[in-house]
T-cell receptor, first 107, second 115 residues
Framework: DAKTTQPPSMDCAEGRAANLPCNHSTISGNEYVYWYRQIHSQGPQYIIHGLKNNETNEMASLIITEDRKSSTLILPHATLRDTAVYYCIVGYSTLTFGKGTMLLVSP | GAVVSQHPSRVICKSGTSVKIECRSLDFQATTMFWYRQFPKKSLMLMATSNEGSKATYEQGVEKDKFLINHASLTLSTLTVTSAHPEDSSFYIC???????????FGEGSWLTVV
C-alpha cells in the first residue's frame, strides 16, 4: 500500500506557483521523499527528492516539514506543459505509487 | 535526455505467443531494475524487482512463470510475457537505479496489445 496521501486533483493558473501537498505520516527514518510526474501515456519523469532538508533544482522545490510527516512540491511558474499526474512517494529501495494528484494548469 | 530506454515502445502480438520488452540504462550501471504495470487511468503497480545476476523478486499475485524477468547485465533487463492473453494488454514500465541508490529513473514505457 502507498504510504502517502495526496489530493486527487488541483488547478493552477498558468504563470502562478503550483503547490502540491503530500502527507506521509508513517515515513521511516531512512526513507526518502520522491516526486515524479506522469504525462499521459509516458513513463514517470523524475522531479526531485529529499531526505530531511529542503531541496531545489531547475524544475521545482521540495519543502519537507521538520517532523518529515508531510511535504510540498512547488512548481514556481506553472506552464501548460506542467499538466500531469504528480506522484509523491516515500521509500528507499522500492517505490510504491499511490494515486497521485492530477494537476491541471489553465491559461 | 532519457537515461533509461525501453524497447519496443509499442507492440502487438497474437494470443498464445510470447513477447519480450527490453529495458536499458544508458548512462549508468543499473544494479537494480524494477518492472511496473499500469492499466488505463490507474497508478503504477510494481510487478517485480530484479538485481543483476540474481533471480527477480516478484510481488504477491504476479505470476513469475508468465512474466519472466532477466537481468543478465548491468545495463539490460528484459521482461518476457509468455503465452500472452488479451488481459495481459497493458502499459509496462521499467525503472533503474545504480548501486549508490541515486535517483531512480523510469523508462518511457511499452504498450502491449494482445489480440
Amino acid at each position: 500500500d502507498a504510504k502517502t496521501t495526496q489530493p486527487p486533483s488541483m488547478d493552477c493558473a498558468e504563470g502562478r506557483a503550483a503547490n502540491l501537498p503530500c502527507n506521509h505520516s508513517t515515513i521511516s527514518g531512512n526513507e526518502y521523499v520522491y516526486w515524479y510526474r506522469q504525462i499521459h501515456s509516458q513513463g514517470p519523469q523524475y522531479i526531485i527528492h529529499g531526505l530531511k532538508n529542503n531541496e531545489t533544482n531547475e524544475m521545482a522545490s521540495l519543502i519537507i516539514t521538520e517532523d518529515r510527516k508531510s511535504s510540498t512540491l512547488i512548481l514556481p511558474h506553472a506552464t501548460l506543459r506542467d499538466t500531469a499526474v504528480y506522484y509523491c512517494i516515500v521509500g528507499y529501495s522500492t517505490l510504491t505509487f499511490g494515486k497521485g494528484t492530477m494537476l491541471l494548469v489553465s491559461p | 535526455g532519457a537515461v533509461v530506454s525501453q524497447h519496443p515502445s509499442r507492440v502487438i502480438c497474437k494470443s498464445g505467443t510470447s513477447v519480450k520488452i527490453e529495458c536499458r540504462s544508458l548512462d549508468f550501471q543499473a544494479t537494480t531494475m524494477f518492472w511496473y504495470r499500469q492499466f488505463p487511468k490507474k497508478s503504477l503497480m510494481l510487478m517485480a524487482t530484479s538485481n543483476e545476476g540474481s533471480k527477480a523478486t516478484y510481488e504477491q499475485g504476479v505470476e513469475k512463470d508468465k512474466f519472466l524477468i532477466n537481468h543478465a547485465s548491468l545495463t539490460l533487463s528484459t521482461l518476457t510475457v509468455t503465452s500472452a492473453h488479451p488481459e495481459d494488454s497493458s502499459f509496462y514500465i521499467c525503472s533503474a537505479v545504480d548501486k549508490y541508490w541515486n535517483t531512480i529513473y523510469f523508462g518511457e514505457g511499452s504498450w502491449l496489445t494482445v489480440v
